[in-house]
């Protein structure tokens, strides 16, 4: 018992070097303890579950819904809408692979994924790769990790507004799939800069905020009808779904110039999502 407990141990993503992690409450340094890992300057702990740091169990605001939503039945049922787009875009690798081409391809990249979600696309990048991934949901970490076998991967509960991570430490981030509804996705972009080395790219995507307004009830002018679709049809739930009409109008490319000058912008998926590269300031 204690020699499998013992390998257990070592083989947790947990044991090795700790330098890039910090405490999102005081900045200082983590540590291992016997929970999990603990800040060494205010003492706050934070535990390890099944190889995943959870630095923020519970989220709030925007992201208390979208966790609420991929913790929840509804997740499942919606992602036949999402297969279908990727089907429409030449299968899920090949549409995937319109935002991961902008990605360095330089070995050993140290990369961070905020929002990581079931890390269907963790298995195509280099082995060599070392991979921090943060979420918010706990089912879809869950989900993430046997996706990491063979990998040097890290996973973390947490929020993109506040990652528990010392400044410039990554070559490169990606994002795919939540910027549009971080509670606050320009504080968010800052933090995925500060986290990054000066020259490192950033990469992220999601859908088009207007997207609904391509749907059938804003041309007949009866916008109720694509609620219900979005709502009930497509399964995002009623929450989800005030929260897109929310953001409806947010200017993703304003908020990355502020941040990164000269940032690129691209569409893809036939015009439902958009694609920002930008390079960290030096």
Request: proline share 7%; with cysteine.
């Amino acid at each position: 018992m204690a020699t499998d407990s013992m390998q257990s141990q070592a083989a947790s993503p947990w044991t090795g070097d700790l330098r890039a992690f910090r405490c999102p409450s005081c900045s200082g340094d983590l540590a291992a303890s016997d929970a999990g890992l603990s800040c060494v300057g205010c003492g706050t702990p934070y535990p390890i579950r099944d190889d995943v740091l959870i630095v923020k169990a519970w989220s709030d605001e925007n992201n208390r819904v979208a966790q609420d939503f991929y913790d929840s039945p509804l997740w499942p049922r919606f992602r036949f809408w999402e297969k279908l787009t990727w089907w429409c875009n030449g299968g899920e690798k090949r549409a995937r692979n319109q935002v991961l081409r902008h990605l360095p391809s330089q070995p050993g990249l140290k990369l961070l994924d905020v929002a990581v979600g079931d890390g269907v696309y963790l298995p195509w990048m280099p082995n060599d790769w070392d991979v921090v991934g943060v979420d918010v949901s706990w089912t879809q970490l869950a989900a993430c990790r046997p996706r990491t076998q063979g990998k040097t991967v890290r996973l973390i509960q947490g929020e993109a507004e506040n990652l528990p991570l010392h400044n410039a430490q990554f070559d490169a981030v990606l994002s795919i799939g939540a910027f549009n509804y971080f509670n606050d996705p320009e504080g968010s972009l800052r933090e995925m800069v500060r986290a990054t080395r000066p020259g490192g790219t950033i990469v992220i995507s999601d859908e088009m905020p207007n997207l609904t307004d391509r749907m059938i009830g804003h041309k007949l002018g009866v916008p109720a009808l694509d609620r219900w679709i979005v709502s009930r049809l497509m399964h995002l739930g009623d929450p989800f779904t005030d929260m897109v009409e929310r953001y409806r109008d947010l200017d993703v490319r304003a908020i990355a110039d502020r941040v990164m000058p000269g940032v690129e912008y691209h569409e893809v998926w036939r015009g439902l999502g958009y694609v920002l590269v930008g390079r960290v300031p030096g």
